[in-house]
């Protein structure tokens, strides 16, 4: 038998042969992915953001994008001081500026901006206001993204059928159903809360947290009669390990996995289902 290491296939030539079997659709791709996960080929890490950008073309702007009721948002009529308010509370680094009502979003408001704006001796924020770009809700992720790096435009207001705005979205919240999170996912797992509220009223919760405290937390009702925590609880009502992305609806409580690689759930953003009740 021949033993000789040099003679066996290295990395590049096991890889190949995994590539070289052409799927035919995307099912059979990701299969081929985990297959080479499963063989370490690929790290867990590389996985999820393949498959994350698989789904990219799948996703529409509207299924992620902030929506119009939680967008903050600067009036062209602001006082200077109610202007500096919304910036120091929110950290955010653009606001869409709109003249009299959400409908009417008039361009955007940079925070880089405003610092020069608020050295000027007279106060004209019209003066400052940067176009705004409007795209509909049915835009795919992965075409959006290619328009934000070629117009180098970081953020877009989202209109719906009747030129109404429904919601808006940012090249970070493009590159987060990618990637994973990118603002605070990785600390809030380090983080020794289990449980902590966004300032969208969204709930980030690790998988491990007790089902007890989830309860206690958001005034649910979930048994913790075959599982103890909240990712068992998702594990026990997929039979599987879920996607990064996917989204479970259990009761009137939407789970949207954070992270997650092909054999362990870590984190997830819980919201309550539109039209129903939701926590204290």
Not at 84 to 104: C, E, M
Not at 184 to 198: A, H, T, W
Not at 259 to 266: K, V
Request: aromatic share 6%; glycine share 6%; hydrophobic share 40%.
């Amino acid at each position: 038998m021949d033993i000789n290491p040099s003679n066996r296939p290295g990395f590049f030539e096991r890889l190949s042969s995994f590539l070289l079997r052409k799927p035919e659709d995307r099912e059979q791709l990701i299969k081929l992915l985990h297959s080479a996960f499963e063989r370490n080929l690929l790290d867990a890490d590389a996985l999820s953001i393949t498959e994350g950008a698989l789904a990219a073309s799948e996703i529409s702007v509207s299924d992620i994008m902030v929506p119009r009721a939680r967008m903050e948002v600067i009036d062209i009529d602001d006082p200077l001081d109610k202007i500096i308010a919304l910036v120091n509370r929110t950290g955010h680094s653009r606001f869409p500026v709109i003249d009299g009502n959400r409908d009417k979003v008039i361009g955007l408001l940079l925070a880089k901006d405003f610092l020069r704006l608020q050295s000027e001796n007279r106060f004209s924020l019209r003066d400052w206001l940067r176009p705004a770009v409007f795209i509909p809700e049915s835009k795919r992720l992965n075409v959006l993204l290619r328009e934000f790096r070629v117009s180098h435009n970081h953020m877009a207001v989202v209109i719906d059928e009747y030129a109404g705005v429904s919601g808006l979205i940012t090249i970070e919240d493009v590159l987060e159903q990618i990637v994973g999170d990118i603002e605070d996912e990785y600390d809030f797992d380090e983080d020794d809360d289990n449980i902590r509220r966004d300032q969208n009223g969204q709930y980030r919760v690790k998988a491990q947290t007790a089902i007890e405290d989830f309860n206690t937390t958001l005034g649910t009702q979930f048994s913790n009669e075959e599982c103890n925590t909240v990712g068992g609880l998702i594990l026990n009502h997929l039979g599987r390990v879920p996607r990064r992305n996917e989204a479970i609806e259990l009761d009137n409580m939407r789970f949207r996995v954070l992270r997650a690689d092909s054999r362990r759930l870590y984190t997830l953003l819980v919201s309550t289902l539109p039209g129903r009740d939701g926590p204290a």
